[in-house]
């Protein structure tokens, strides 16, 4: 029983890791129906502040993550003014090949600063303790890491449903021409969900290094491919879905690595993302593709 | 009178598509002016290139004295331009109250005083605020995309074919409302094939043809053109 438990909080930490990364990725396709695959990535560069900050620097973990969310949000919009906004208009096939460009970039530009190994911090960990819930001791990096996903998705939520600049957001992914007939700015609006995205990446970065204590240049790419088959298979461009499917990955990987078959966890993961695309294309919330008329 | 929107000699393209040849035409304060043609005859690309959604090559345009054909398309509608675009375009995933909220996106006024004054245009609307675009039909769909634009006070407000797809005695009623709308001192710009009806209501009237404009006139005179009447009017 213990045990069960034990392995339930797992599938929630990993799988709220994956959910906030695949939120990341469904707004940005909601807004721009771009596979934005540099959105691992980020996760990536987040991880290294927080590792450089922490050990390099001997920052305050606060201030460490902190820093780390800043910096993540930062790259997001930049990447987005940099390498997007001047293709708004172009194929999306070039968007999304500028998207893998900018992804390799990032994963080469990683290992040439900060060489190819694996960064440990587990002689710092940013979270260490224990906690005990009803007879049952669970990691305290483990029970943060779902509590500041749950907490960020419901504020996400909230912004997106209830503020202006949120109803600005799904007014945009709806109808960019309208919108700007209301006097919404593309350009505002478009980087303002590049920056919750990102944002939210950076909360991801830190809870990963968190639970799993380590940064490596290519930790964001298997990272973000699982959060993008999350992000399909609640349906791309559905904030909800995108949380659905981000702890049903979560659940998946802790089932098959339970079974005693942790080598196949992947390869689980994306037998889920061809039956999907086979099944359901447009996942468990996903709308049907409406033309326009 | 001045003119209160002038349009100048523009030239729009879709790559090598010559959609908009050198067109001019005004509108002035307090004018009901319509724009009639056949379908692809540039008259929803004329809307957006007034609106700055698309541009043109050459010559201006100009409101209140301005030149905006170089303000960005989500800077037009501050300055009292709104327009309703061809095929309602309403967001579909929001609710109408939401809709409704976006049309007054920029709008510095109050959002309550200028929702109440647009469910007193449209009852139907104030019934259903809290219903799913998408499930609205064609007539309250129109209704909102009507009510959307009203919602930024426009002193001037384009319409592209309000009265497409929508059974004779909507069309009335949207003609209605039109001219409802005009008399409270909103101006207006109306784009349709049903020319019968625009024709009806309009001051001036400003026929497009390929992308040029072949004839212009009061609304009583285009109605009586023997052109107009064989082209549009059936007979
Ligand atoms: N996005 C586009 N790409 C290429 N050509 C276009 C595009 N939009 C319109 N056109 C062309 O420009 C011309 C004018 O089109 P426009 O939509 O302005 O016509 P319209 O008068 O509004 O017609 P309708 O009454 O059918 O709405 C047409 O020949 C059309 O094929
Ligand atoms: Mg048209």
Known sequence: ?293 | MAEFLKVDDINVYYGAIHAIKGISFYVNEGEIVTLIGANGAGKTTSLQTVSGLLRSKTGSIEFCGERIDHVPAHKIVERGLAQVPEGRRIFLRMTVQENLEMGAYTSSGSVSEAMDYVFEQFPRLKERRKQIGGTLSGGEQQMLAMGRALMSRPKLMMLDEPSMGLAPILVEQIFEIIANLHKNGTTILLVEQNAQMALSVADRAYVLETGKITLSGTGKELAASEEVKKAYLGG
Request: charged fraction near 10%.
């Open chain 1, 1 to 293: 029983m213990a045990d069960f438990f034990s392995q339930v909080v797992n599938a929630l930490q990993l799988g709220s890791i994956y959910a906030l990364v695949a939120l990341g990725y469904s707004m940005v396709y909601g807004i721009i129906m771009l596979l934005n695959f540099a959105h691992g990535d980020i996760i990536m560069v987040g991880a290294y502040a927080t590792y450089f900050a922490v050990c390099q620097y001997g920052l305050h973990p606060l201030v460490a993550v902190l820093l780390a969310v800043l910096i993540s949000t930062l790259l997001g919009v930049l990447i987005e003014k940099a390498a997007y906004t001047p293709l708004r208009s172009a194929p999306r096939l070039s968007l999304l090949i500028t998207a893998i460009g900018v992804s390799f970039l990032l994963e080469n530009g990683a290992q040439l600063l900060f060489g190819a190994d694996t960064k440990s911090m587990v002689k710092t960990p940013l979270i260490s303790g224990t906690l005990n819930l009803g007879g049952v001791t669970v990691s305290l990096a483990a029970v943060i890491t779902i509590v500041v996903s749950v907490i960020a998705m419901i504020a996400l939520t909230f912004l997106v449903q209830k503020t202006k600049l949120g109803k600005a957001m799904r007014a945009v992914s709806e109808d960019m021409g309208a919108a700007q007939l209301m006097g919404i700015s593309l350009n505002r609006t478009i980087s303002f969900t590049f920056a919750i995205g990102s944002f939210l990446a950076g909360i991801g970065a830190v809870l990963h290094v968190g639970s799993y204590f380590q940064a490596s240049p290519m930790m964001g790419s298997m990272l973000g491919l699982k959060a993008f088959v999350a992000a399909v298979l609640g349906g791309i461009g559905s904030i909800p879905g995108a949380m659905i499917g981000g702890f049903a990955i979560g659940i998946v990987e802790t089932l098959v690595t339970v079974a005693g078959l942790s080598t196949w966890k992947d390869g689980v993961v994306f037998a889920i993302l061809i039956v999907v695309l086979l099944v359901k294309p447009t996942g468990i919330l996903g709308r049907p593709m409406v033309e326009k008329v």
